[in-house]
């Protein structure tokens, strides 16, 4: 549990890695259902997908969310991440609703809200329950074999000594 | 959303291997990630201390980093794959909702976190409402 508040920074972070994938999804969907089909037998075409406009699009939204989900990785368990990127489902549906006026089933409602309470739990308990492995940076490691030679010499001219 | 009207409807065979292959690859490729990244420590710190280059590298250097990017490459071209068969309607619940599951799995055994009570509740509960809205 190294912080249980988060800051506004680490906030902003989240809500990148909720929103980044169905904006990234919707570009993708919209790019590959207007190509034709592609069967296995030619698997470079997927690749020229790739520079296609939405596909493009589509592949950068997901860049900036990944580069966002990996700063959240480094600070939060991925069992407290992932509900944060579930949330991203509902910021769809309400959009959907409030701003193109979609139907939304009552099902769809219910997910909503499954899904609401799920990060509500979440967010309740630590946002990290296993100790960073902090490895030193070079300059530490630099500055620490010394230290840790000079108590190594202690140690045995001490044993010497007795 | 666009229907992928000009499709031929894949088999149930075929549509499940497609996704289960998203799956099983993406899970694989997040658990590395989140090995890799658990390993470095605060990027946010990373990043104050040597910067935004630093922080880039310190995170592409890093050998799970490579590997969960491998696995998450693979899984990105399965779901393009699929993406030109189904609809992100079925595609996308589906892979997500069961992730969900093996990634929260995979979290407790390989990456040791504290899976309590609490965050069962929640991943079976984000799973079950990913699902309903794709209803």
Not at chain 1, 10 to 26: E, H, N, R, T
Not at chain 2, 15 to 36: D, K, P, Q
Request: proline share 6%; aromatic share 10%; glycine share 6%.
């Amino acid at each position: 549990m190294a912080h249980h508040r988060l800051t506004v920074q680490q906030y902003l972070i989240l809500a990148f890695v909720s929103v980044g994938v169905p904006l990234g999804d919707a570009s993708l969907s919209r790019g590959m259902t207007s190509l034709p089909a592609i069967s296995l037998a030619h698997p470079l075409t997927l690749i020229a997908a790739v520079f296609t406009p939405w596909i493009a699009l589509g592949i950068l939204l997901l860049i900036g969310y990944f580069a966002s989900y990996l700063t959240a990785l480094s600070w939060a368990d991925l069992t407290f991440v992932m509900p944060a990127t579930a949330l991203g489902n509902v910021f769809v549906v309400l959009l959907a609703y409030f701003w193109l006026h979609d139907k939304v089933s009552p099902l769809r409602w219910m997910g909503v809200v499954l899904i609401t309470v799920a990060v509500g739990f979440v967010a309740q308990g630590p946002i990290s329950t296993t100790p960073p492995l902090n490895l030193p940076d070079p300059v530490d490691k630099a500055e620490d074999p010394p230290r840790n030679d000079a108590l190594e010499r202690d140690s045995v001219v001490k044993e010497q000594m007795r | 959303m666009m229907p992928a009207s000009s499709l031929t409807q894949p088999s149930f065979w075929q549509a499940t291997a497609m996704i289960a292959t998203i799956v099983l690859t993406s899970s694989t490729g997040e658990v590395l990630t989140a090995a890799a990244m658990k390993s470095m420590g605060d990027l946010d710190d990373i990043r104050a201390r040597s910067g935004m280059r630093g922080a880039i590298r310190a995170v592409v250097t890093s050998p799970l980093f490579v590997a969960g990017i491998f696995f998450m490459a693979v899984a990105f071209f399965s779901l393009l794959f699929a993406l030109n068969h189904m609809n992100l309607s079925l595609v996308g619940p589906a892979a997500a909702s069961l992730t969900l599951v093996t990634n929260t799995i995979a979290a407790k055994f390989f990456l040791h976190e504290n899976v309590d009570r609490r965050r069962w509740t929640a991943a079976a509960l984000v799973c079950i409402g990913v699902y309903l809205l794709a209803h």
